[in-house]
């Protein structure tokens, strides 16, 4: 199964805004907003977090693609059934992993079959 690396082509991530905030909550602190924006972005709170989640997923997911060794895959992202889930690359405040986890935008074909 190849996965689009877009995360919102993807997944269907209702209030973005308010789980990153959650999200930042969750993790263990960090500037998630510029100093001194050089634009006006929707996101004025967390706009480093939104970035980062949009990478490290674009990143796994086509890592996930690559690879041929289904096992292998399995290191970068967990898909079963409509859901995918990754390491976020973030930890709490007590150093546990933070994990996203989706349900796929059923708005869109997001998923297709993979080729060898």
């Not at 889930?85 to 796929?104: E, N, P, S, V």
């Amino acid at each position: 199964m190849n996965l689009l690396p877009d995360l919102f082509s993807f997944a269907y991530v209702p209030g973005w805004y308010c789980q990153l905030d959650e999200l930042a909550g969750l993790a263990l602190p960090e500037p998630w907003r510029f100093r001194n924006p050089d634009y006006y972005t929707k996101n004025a709170d967390t706009p480093i977090l939104e970035r980062y989640i949009h990478s490290i997923f674009k990143k796994q997911v086509i890592d996930f693609n690559e690879e041929r060794n289904p096992e292998k895959a399995a290191d970068y992202l967990h898909v079963e059934n409509e859901f995918v889930c990754f390491h976020t690359g973030l930890y709490t405040r007590r150093y546990k992993a933070i994990y996203g986890c989706f349900d796929r935008n059923k708005r869109q074909a997001s998923t297709s079959t993979r080729t060898s």
